[in-house]
């Protein structure tokens, strides 16, 4: 995803992001051959499998820290069949509402070793289901969409491969039962002029955007 350069600072300071640094990976192969030990020793340790010795799994540890082993998550993905990624698709990152939306999916998830990948539609349907199209390819876990596409044609491959999927802030039209946290709209209007009218006031005007 790319950031617009007037949005960077504010995600920054909203999410605390960091420039990421790039480090060189290592092999587990590599590793082995410098610690003098068997390859099947090593992954046992990156796993925390059992059958390794407190003193090898600390060597095997302190020389990933050394070495800057990056595990690979691809070959990982294979095996386990979970990416251990979620998709978000949202119409306008720049907006602070889906800013906190994207916060508090993180804020759950994370903990439970998963990644969320966000991608920013700008509010156009060619780019919304571009962006379905690679997040179905990167075969993510579940998905949480703010659509602007109503009709929802390009969402049934997701829910055609059982890929959980959670509807915010608009509805698509499909046949299919979904999942969906929304905003009761009228009920917050009912509150907002009620409010109004208790403050004396008569004359009020609605703008929508």
Partial sequence: MIVANDCRKRLQNLWGWETARMVNSNTLKDIAEKLNVSVSTVSRAVNNKSYVKEETRQKVLQALKEYHYVPNEIARSLKSQSTKTIGVIIPDICEMFFGQIIK???????????????????????????????????????????????????????????????????????????????????????????????????EIAVIIG
Avoid at 104 to 117: K, M
Avoid at 159 to 184: G, K, R, S, T, Y
Avoid at 194 to 199: A, S, Y
């Fill in 104 to 202: 508090g999916i993180d804020e759950v998830v994370s903990p439970a070793g998963y990644t969320i990948i966000v991608s920013d539609s700008g509010e156009s349907k060619t780019n919304e289901a571009r962006d379905l199209e690679m997040l179905f390819q990167k075969r993510v876990d579940a998905l949480v969409l703010a659509t602007v596409e109503l009709k929802g044609k390009k969402i049934l491959q997701f829910l055609d491969h059982d890929i959980p999927v959670v509807f915010i802030d608009n509805l698509p039209v499909i046949e299919q039962e979904i999942d969906a946290v929304m905003i009761d709209n009228a009920e917050a209007s009912r509150i907002a002029v009620r409010h109004l009218i208790g403050l004396n006031h008569r």
